[in-house]
């Protein structure tokens, strides 16, 4: 695809240039503290996700971005250039609407064209478009039809082809797959991504979906009450939650209340459940501290009295009883109770090769490396 | 509880459709047996014969005749609807601007102070309204003595018993008619519908002429008819700021059952039915693919 409207028109050596940044942006309504003190760098190209809970601010960041709000206080660059109050018209941004905003009046092709017929675009130029991005979007011999014919996946489409059609340096999606029932948005997510690849322009994706920015995002921004908890890869937010509620928010995870007993150079010694429990060097644990340990439920691993004795890097122990299975398909869940009264959740796969009954006694155990300290 | 949960099943559809025909039936009974009926005697009516003094019931097409040929009747006719087009496009013209404003109003209080103001005229009767206006529109009344104090105006503007007298009243009173059903499809309308266009592009002016405006199109045209057909068929209005020199086929209805003559007024029902009939089917037709492109999503 050619070159977008305005990027042509920024300065020529912009190659670190992020494409979205906001600088210490906040955002009140009336008395309402939406959003407080975001600073985010999104760059070129990116799969970029806004995470969290309705109301944590994550929509009013995106709309900010598009111009449908202007921030209260700090600022937000596009592509380097200060775009705090250019209005959504005029800029190089275009959004996909949580519940679509197809035009009900126009048909398809209408649709589609919205935004090139407003660039004073040749008609055949529009045509050659159009035609090009709904073959992009697997829309193609949809053009004459009505809005209301297209199921909820075609609509979808439609909502992704008229913004992708304009090139904008940047493509906001506010929830757009929410409406869609779970084998459908599956599949969205991985046509989303594949787009992505195609057109490389940088996606900002907001959703309270954390499968959804898992599978999709470079990079999360997990917000909570108008701020970012955590940045980085998805990866790093499951794997390494610094606070308490981003492990809680991705997945679902073990919290075992604690004490710092002694901050090593490499490990730090927990008491949490009755036992002395080893994890990974986190700075701010000093001896003393009160802390939660976080395991995820698949990083436990379950030994029955029969079992083979587990490799000595498991090096965290547990007696527990079951207090309840679950088979889940893919997995089983395991509801354990440890004698200092503290619940486990534990998954194992459904290999077909052994169910550990309720009330039956087992040894909880993971590796050290497998748990966060979060000191919050 | 029982009884009913029992019974629920094997109702079915037929069950409904005896439910729905016995809560509707009396109503649409009521108003179809009037209507007919109404319908009946006054087409009986229009062919009896008048004598002068008194109708007789001997089948005639005198007043049909009558009606058709004497030019005074065409000439009745077209100022009607002359002044009913009037009438109605003014509403319009104010209406719409007036109906998109309220919605902009963000402060509840002055949404209701709006809808209070707008429908006003409903809450008075209209022969104070007509009055009203009389005072205000007459040669010493209001407007012409703040133009004369202006020195807008040497002479007093004729203001009443005229066409104009009436159509300022009319609008006045149909304003209300205008506005609400237009105010009924821009409130409905999504909003997110203009901030997508904006994303897309599209200035203020744009946003409206490509999506407000042929979304809120089926508002506007209900509005137009609506007002369209209350203006044909008003009577108080054009008698008192009329003053006998504009003459609709209400008033003339009125006056031939005052002098007795039946048959005649029975034609001119039949004419002012006919004629609002006419000029509204026929508008449907010019604008089925219009109406039909905005509201079948719904």
């Known amino acids: 695809m050619e070159a977008p409207r305005t990027r042509a028109r920024t300065a020529p050596d912009t190659a670190d240039q992020p494409a979205v940044e906001l600088r210490r942006v906040h955002k009140r309504f009336g008395k309402v503290h939406a959003v407080r003190d975001v600073s985010l760098s999104i760059r070129e190209n990116e799969f970029f996700s806004l995470l969290g809970p309705s109301g944590c601010g994550k929509t009013t960041v995106l709309r900010m971005i598009s111009g449908f709000e202007t921030p209260t206080e700090g600022e937000l660059y596009l592509e380097g250039r200060l775009a705090n109050t250019i209005p959504p018209y005029r800029r190089d941004t275009n959004l996909i609407f949580q519940h679509l905003a197809l035009f009900p009046h126009l048909d398809v092709y209408d649709n589609i064209a919205f935004g090139l017929r407003l660039r004073r675009l040749g008609r055949d130029e529009i045509r050659r478009k159009v035609l090009e991005i709904l073959d992009l979007v697997h829309l193609g011999g949809y053009e004459s039809r009505r809005i209301h014919q297209l199921s909820g996946g075609q609509k979808q489409r439609v909502a992704i082809a008229r913004a992708l059609v304009n090139q904008p340096a940047v493509l906001l999606l506010d929830e757009p797959l929410g409406a869609l029932d779970l084998r459908l948005r599956v599949q969205m997510q991985v046509e989303l991504k594949e787009i992505q690849h195609r057109v490389g322009t940088t996606f900002v994706y907001v959703t309270h979906d954390q499968t959804e920015a898992l599978t999709m995002s470079d990079r999360i921004a997990v917000m909570r009450d108008g701020m970012v908890e955590q940045l980085g890869t998805g990866r790093d937010v499951y794997e390494r939650p610094r606070t308490r509620f981003v ?20 490990r730090t010694i927990v008491r949490a459940a009755g036992h002395v429990l080893i994890a990974p060097a986190e700075e701010t644990a000093t001896p003393g501290t009160a802390v939660y340990l976080c395991v995820r439920p ?14 000595a890097s498991y090096e965290n122990r547990i007696r527990a009883q079951v207090r309840d299975v679950t088979f889940k398909g893919a997995f089983i869940e395991y509801r354990l109770a440890t004698p200092s009264d503290d619940t486990l959740i534990a998954q194992a796969h459904a290999d077909g090769t052994r169910v550990i009954e309720r009330g039956g006694s087992v040894v909880v155990a993971w590796r050290a490396p497998d748990g966060v300290v979060l000191t919050e | 509880m029982t009884v009913a949960a029992a019974s629920r099943p094997a109702r079915g559809a037929r069950g409904q459709t005896l439910v729905l025909a016995g809560l509707l039936g009396p109503a649409v009974a009521f108003i179809v047996a009037l209507l007919l009926t109404a319908l009946g005697v006054l087409f009986i009516n229009s062919v009896y014969h008048f004598t002068g003094t008194q109708v ?28 009913a087009v009037v009438t109605t496009a003014l509403c319009l013209a104010i209406g719409y601007p007036t109906a998109y404003a309220i919605t902009k109003i963000r402060t509840p209080g002055w949404v209701i102070a709006a809808y209070i103001v707008i429908f006003s005229p409903l809450l008075t009767s209209s022969i104070v309204r007509a009055y009203g206006w009389l005072v205000i529109l007459a040669r010493g009344g209001l407007v012409n003595w703040v133009l004369a104090d202006l020195h807008l105006i040497g002479a007093p503007v004729r203001l009443i018993y005229n ?26 309308m999504d909003p997110t519908l203009r901030e997508a266009a904006s994303d897309l592009g599209a200035t203020r002016l744009h946003t409206f002429l490509r999506v407000t405006w042929p979304l809120s199109f089926p508002g506007l045209y209900a509005a137009a008819q609506l007002t369209f057909v209350l203006a044909m068929n008003a009577y108080v209005t054009p008698q008192l700021l009329g003053g006998g020199r504009i003459q609709v086929l209400p008033l003339l209805i009125y006056g031939n059952i005052s002098d007795l003559n039946w048959p005649l007024a029975a034609v001119e029902a039949i004419a002012l039915i006919g004629l609002v009939w006419a000029i509204t089917l026929s508008s449907n037709l010019l604008f089925r693919r219009r109406l039909a492109a905005t509201t079948e999503h719904e």
């Open chain 2, 163 to 188: 066409f104009t007298g009436v159509t300022i009243a009319l609008v006045h009173v149909l304003l209300p008619f205008t506005v609400f059903p237009i105010l009924a499809v821009l409130l409905r």
């Open chain 2, 56 to 83: 007789q019931p001997r089948i005639t097409l005198e007043a049909y005749r009558r009606f058709f040929t004497d030019s005074f009747y065409a000439n009745v006719v077209w100022q009607e609807v002359r002044l």
């Open chain 1, 247 to 266: 492990a809680m928010f991705l997945g679902d995870s073990n919290l075992l209340i604690g004490q710092v007993e002694a901050r090593e150079e490499s």
């Open chain 1, 298 to 311: 698949e990083r436990l691993r379950l030994v029955g009295p029969d079992d083979a004795p587990l490799p």
